[in-house]
């Protein structure tokens, strides 16, 4: 600034008097919780670890995958979550993820719903249409992966309206 813009500067402020503070509580918001990062990046490692020791068995051959259930639970159990008895409490689709992706993201969701405390979901994995030479790989990887949780009571094929064959609705342990 010039001197004569100082002047005149002052000279406009003559008079002015300082507003008197208000007299209202500024509350400062808290601040954000922490994200635990290790954490979560230690859980995702041991997930996918984990996916790739116990479910790349593509060895094993089973005759009826469309049913899964727990051995000593009874047989109507099956029946019921076949009829949506429980509420399908939350969902995960897996389409367009490749063999180990979609292994490791079941695993994931599974561990997710441990955790919030939920006991029937369903898994979308698609027919395979889309696969090479129209093969479900999918299906069937999920569903050896699902008889090799603990947390999966059973699991059955559902009725057309909730996926029929390219889906899997799944009772958890509580």
Not at 102 to 123: H, N, P, Q
Not at 141 to 168: K, T
Request: charged letters at 35%; aromatic letters at 4%; one cysteine or more.
């Amino acid at each position: 600034m010039k001197k004569d813009d100082v002047d005149l500067f002052k000279e406009e402020m003559r008079g002015v008097v300082k507003a008197r503070p208000h007299n209202r509580v500024v509350h400062t918001p808290p601040p954000p919780k922490p994200i635990p990062t290790q954490r979560l990046e230690d859980e995702r490692a041991v997930l996918t670890e984990l996916s790739r020791l116990a479910f790349d068995l593509e060895d094993i051959e089973f005759d009826d995958d469309g049913v899964f259930l727990r051995p000593g639970l009874p047989r109507d159990i099956l029946r019921k979550l076949r009829r949506t008895h429980w509420v399908i409490q939350d969902h995960l689709d897996l389409h367009g993820l490749t063999g180990d992706e979609a292994i490791a993201a079941t695993a994931e969701f599974l561990a997710e719903c441990k955790r919030r405390g939920l006991r029937c979901v369903r898994i979308v994995h698609g027919k395979g249409l889309g696969s090479r030479g129209r093969e479900p790989v999918l299906k069937r990887r999920v569903r050896r992966a699902l008889m090799r949780r603990s947390e999966v009571l059973a699991y059955v094929e559902p009725r057309p309206v909730h996926g029929g064959s390219g889906a899997v609705v799944v009772l958890l342990e509580a």
